[in-house]
């Protein structure tokens, strides 16, 4: 099975906010961005589309022509609790530097951990494994389910990829 992961386009928030799950508005670039996603997803036929529940990956799936895409909750970016909507220079706290130390393992007060979020992921692509007859999947969602796809799928590294992340409007390919 192949699954095409696509990443939503920019966001309307000032650089350097922790927004993570806040269903927050589609910068005003988004028809030049998601015209551009549009046309690189036009060399696929998907049998089967799924996406994010928050705004910013379904308007890109209806945008993309795929207006009855299938919303899961596990495809939601990291929950980052108290700290969503914070500047990141602005967060404090002893949990910060915890979290810094350990992002993988440590969860910000009332979110939940990046294995966490894999966790919930890979929950989705076990049902997909099951369920689904489907050769050609996409999925459109944010950046941290990218990362979780690369490593938990690929093989790569937090580190490697976190690094190297997906940038807005992203395609990546993988096969389960």
């Known amino acids: 099975m192949k699954l095409v992961l696509i990443r939503h386009t920019s966001v309307a928030v000032p650089k350097g906010v922790c927004y993570g799950q806040t269903d927050?508005?589609?910068a005003e670039s988004f028809t030049e961005e998601a015209t551009a996603v549009k046309e690189r997803l036009s060399a696929y036929r998907?049998?089967?589309?799924f996406c994010s529940p928050l705004s910013r990956c379904v308007k890109l799936a209806e945008f993309c022509g795929y207006p009855q895409a299938i919303r899961d909750a596990r495809l939601?970016?990291?929950?980052?609790?108290?700290?969503?909507?914070m500047l990141y220079d602005k967060?404090?706290?002893?949990k910060l530097q915890e979290w810094?130390?350990?992002?993988?393992?440590v969860a910000p007060p009332g979110g939940e951990t990046v294995l966490e979020q894999q966790k919930r992921f890979l929950s989705f692509?076990?049902?997909l494994r099951n369920e689904s007859p489907e050769t050609t999947i996409g999925i459109f969602t944010h950046g941290g389910i990218l990362i979780n796809a690369l490593v938990a799928l690929e093989g790569k590294?937090?580190?490697?990829?976190?690094?190297?992340?997906?940038?807005y409007g992203a395609i990546i390919e993988t096969d389960i």
Do not use: A, C, Q, R
């Open 46 to 49: 998907f049998d089967k589309v």
């Open 76 to 85: 939601k970016e990291l929950n980052f609790g108290e700290w969503e909507m």
């Open 91 to 94: 967060i404090t706290g002893p």
């Open 157 to 167: 590294s937090f580190g490697e990829v976190y690094n190297n992340i997906p940038p």
């Open 100 to 105: 810094f130390d350990d992002y993988i393992n």
């Open 125 to 127: 692509i076990e049902d």
């Open 24 to 26: 927050v508005p589609l």
